[in-house]
């Protein structure tokens, strides 16, 4: 199957901060998608990216498949941040199925 | 819209016992997914399904079945629990290989 590494594992934060989280990849991919899981357990989809940039509010993320990484970023990072994210892709050889990384653990102090 | 909504919540079982996850959307998608959790780790592809009457393995299917006998439903059963079942499941639906919504999660152990 197809490798994905996520890091840093933990980051700790200051409100206010900014972070940059990434997610390196083995092979070629058909999508990927970041994912926060809150303190709760519930999984939000936050982008689905397979390539380029797109921005949501304070959060915006970057794929560029040609080198098989993507970047999250999370700028002015406040409390409700708190949580794991995940990248998560997928193969054209395998349509639907998703491939997860085991996640970037962030805490963020006020 | 109620989304994707998971049935139970919570579940023990005891070895070999057996039960069924309820998984339903409301979205009207095509595709629908079984994951697992376990700690530390990312989710893990159980078996998914690109339609109604299909199913397909994912990465560990060992040790459960699945049926998706109405396009808004996914059952996913253990038909003889193990404590290595113990973990929490999620179930997401997708419009194709668009975008996947994920359930509140069932946390089940296996005494």
């Known amino acids: 199957g197809i490798q994905v590494e996520q890091s840093p594992p933990d980051l700790i934060l200051q409100e206010g901060a900014n972070s940059t989280l990434r997610c390196n990849f083995s092979d070629s991919v058909n999508n990927l998608q970041w994912f926060h899981q809150n303190p709760w357990g519930q999984l939000i989809n936050l982008f689905y990216i397979p390539s380029g940039t797109k921005q949501n509010g304070r959060l915006s993320a970057t794929t560029v498949a040609t080198e098989r990484y993507s970047l999250l970023y999370i700028s002015s990072s406040q409390t409700t941040d708190s949580g794991v994210y995940f990248c998560a892709v997928e193969r054209g050889s395998t349509l639907g199925r998703l491939y997860f990384g085991r996640g970037t653990q962030l805490t963020v102090w006020p | 819209n109620a989304g994707v909504t998971q049935t139970p919540k919570f579940r023990v079982l005891k070895t070999g016992q057996s039960m069924t996850l309820l998984c339903a959307q409301d979205?009207?998608?095509?595709?629908m997914y079984w994951y697992r959790q376990d700690p530390g780790m990312g989710l893990r592809l159980i078996h998914y399904s690109v339609g109604e009457g299909t199913t397909a393995k994912g990465e560990v299917p060992d040790g459960y079945n699945v049926s998706r006998l109405k396009k808004q439903n996914f059952l996913l059963g253990l038909e003889s629990a193990a404590p290595s079942q113990t973990s929490v499941y999620f179930c997401a639906s997708s419009h194709s290989t668009d975008t996947q919504y994920f359930g509140p999660g069932t946390r089940l152990t296996v005494l």
């Open positions: 979205m009207n998608h095509e595709y």
